[in-house]
């Protein structure tokens, strides 16, 4: 069992930068694909970026190539989100999902556990 929390969110204008972390539990946390998935309002769940279990990979969605990236401290049982030069329509609730797999994964029903949510909000 896996738990993992998000934080970070908030208020950026737009072209600024945020970064989000997500606390995971664990002692396993290093065997994890981890990702990092968006919902904004009345759009369904899209995936944003996903790191392998040792970090030497990644992948991203096209929208966000770079402008975001995505890293992990496996002994801080932690992955990041660093977000930049942020748009309006980056806008939305953030999630933060664990993969048993261990591998990167961009569809969301590879993913075993899901946190919260963290609010991120661009203003134009």
């Known amino acids: 069992q896996v738990r993992v929390v998000e934080s970070g969110g908030g208020l950026v204008q737009a072209g600024g930068s945020l970064r989000l972390s997500c606390a995971a539990s664990g002692r396993t946390f290093g065997n994890y694909g981890m990702g990092w998935f968006r919902q904004a309002p009345g759009k369904e769940r899209e995936f944003v970026a996903a790191?392998?279990?040792?970090?030497?990979?990644?992948t991203y969605a096209d929208s966000v190539k770079g402008r975001f990236t995505i890293s992990r401290d496996n002994a801080k049982n932690t992955v990041y989100l660093q977000m930049n030069t942020m748009k309006f329509e980056d806008t939305a609730v953030y999630y933060c999902?664990?993969?048993?797999?261990?591998?990167?994964?961009?569809?969301?029903?590879?993913?075993?556990?899901w946190g919260q949510g963290t609010q991120v909000t661009v203003s134009s």
């Open positions: 790191i392998n279990w040792s970090g030497r990979s990644t």
């Open positions: 999902a664990a993969s048993a797999g261990g591998y990167y994964n961009t569809e969301g029903t590879r993913y075993d556990y």
